[in-house]
């Protein structure tokens, strides 16, 4: 790594003006960027939902325009004014406001305030850093939540829809190295034996349910970890157990919920919302230290895809968004 900011770099930056909604590899200078007391040498970002969201403007995830997109970042200080950071500190930061209301990970260089930044956890290379990335710590956050409100694997499995996916093929593999049993709901039955692989007991295709339309069904999952919202989430409230939670972090399919207070009221199940952009430095801490221990993957090998480049990344939006993701997809910013 070179340890000097050059006058120009390249940023993948997304606009809303005159010329419309569009993103597009510029040059930048570090001056371009949004305020921040260090700045890092990019080694890797990731793609996410909420990336090609942002990428396309097909979500309204942008608040302030133009910024570099980029959800998830990985890389080096080469820069600090901060007391905590030092030159040569390998870093992280993911959600807290990059590509909402500051700069994002998708270029070579990047400002950012120090207090949404991780120090590289041991156990974590930069890399798988970066293959878990918002992914992997919201599956985590959402296990974190559900957990300190009572689940543990004695109750049964836990459903992860959308399992095909980045947060649900992470949730897959994180869950079941938790002990829980796990069955998965994805639609890409020829996904099957590699969910198995990764830790699903059951996998069940999204074509052949049939969610009862009564307040309460058969109770057939201890607790589930959601990505997917409208009508799966809103079935999945008629068929926990009692004083199971379900942990929703997802809109894949749209963002209606319909269901009665029944499950709250009969069986005592909670419904926990997980937001992983807005989540306190402290929990943040505790959640990444779990993902570099107990809770690290053992297939990331499996989850991670080829790594891409900030000149692929429009191509992907529009495969994600299709509903064509698989894993995870790392993003190589540094040579
Ligand atoms: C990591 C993966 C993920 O997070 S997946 C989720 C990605 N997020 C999204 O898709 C949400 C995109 N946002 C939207 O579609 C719209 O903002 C929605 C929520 C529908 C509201 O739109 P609209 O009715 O036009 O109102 P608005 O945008 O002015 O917002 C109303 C108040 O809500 C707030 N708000 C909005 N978005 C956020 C956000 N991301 N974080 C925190 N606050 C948000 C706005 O600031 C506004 O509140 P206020 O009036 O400023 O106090
Ligand atoms: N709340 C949070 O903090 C948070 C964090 C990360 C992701 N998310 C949300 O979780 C969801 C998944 O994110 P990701 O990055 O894993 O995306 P992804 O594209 O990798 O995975 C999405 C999954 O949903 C499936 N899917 C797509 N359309 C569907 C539909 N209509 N019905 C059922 N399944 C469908 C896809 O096949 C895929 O398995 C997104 O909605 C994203 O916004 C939320």
């Given at each position: 790594m070179s340890s000097e900011i050059p006058d120009s770099f390249r940023a993948f930056r997304i606009f809303d003006d005159e010329d419309g909604y569009r993103s597009e590899i510029v040059e930048q200078s570090i001056d371009d960027q949004s305020e921040g007391d260090v700045v890092i040498q990019v080694a890797w970002s990731s793609v996410n939902y909420k990336d090609a969201l942002a990428g396309t403007g097909k979500?309204?995830?942008?608040?302030?325009?133009?910024l570099n997109g980029g959800i998830d970042v990985a890389g080096t200080v080469?820069?600090?004014?901060?007391?905590d950071f030092r030159e040569g500190d390998e870093v992280l930061m993911t959600?807290?406001?990059?590509?909402?209301?500051r700069d994002g990970g998708y270029s070579e260089y990047l400002r950012v305030p120090s207090e949404w930044l991780i120090p590289r956890?041991?156990?974590?290379?930069l890399y798988e850093a970066m293959c878990l990335g918002t992914a992997g710590f919201t599956a985590a956050l959402g296990l974190y939540r559900m957990e300190a409100l009572g689940?543990?694997?004695?109750m049964g499995p836990i459903c992860i829809t959308g399992a095909s996916g980045g947060v649900g093929s992470l949730a897959v593999d994180i869950y079941s190295r938790a002990g829980y049993e796990i069955s998965a709901i994805s639609?890409?039955?020829?996904e099957f034996d590699w969910l198995h692989e990764l830790g699903a007991g059951q996998c069940i295709s999204r074509h052949d349910l049939h969610w009862?339309?009564?307040?309460?069904?058969?109770?057939?999952?201890?607790g589930a970890l959601d990505t997917v919202g409208s009508d799966m989430l809103s079935g999945l409230t008629r068929v926990i157990r009692p004083w199971g939670n379900i942990a929703a972090c997802g809109m894949?399919?749209?963002i209606g919920l319909q269901t009665t207070v029944m499950p709250f009221i009969i069986r005592g199940i909670s419904l926990v919302g997980i937001n992983s952009?807005?989540?306190?430095y402290p929990l943040r801490e505790t959640v990444w230290a779990r993902l570099a221990g107990d809770?690290?993957?053992?297939h990331l090998d499996k989850i991670a895809q080829e790594p891409i480049g900030l000149e692929d990344l429009q191509q992907t939006f529009e495969q994600l968004l299709a509903g064509g993701g698989r894993g995870r997809i790392p993003v190589r910013i540094g040579s």
């Open positions: 979500g309204k995830i942008l608040r302030d325009f133009p080469i820069e600090s004014r901060a007391a959600g807290s406001g990059l590509s909402e209301v956890p041991d156990g974590l290379d689940q543990t694997p004695d639609g890409k039955v020829d009862p339309e009564t307040p309460l069904a058969s109770a057939r999952f201890a894949a399919a749209g952009s807005g989540c306190a809770w690290k993957p053992r």
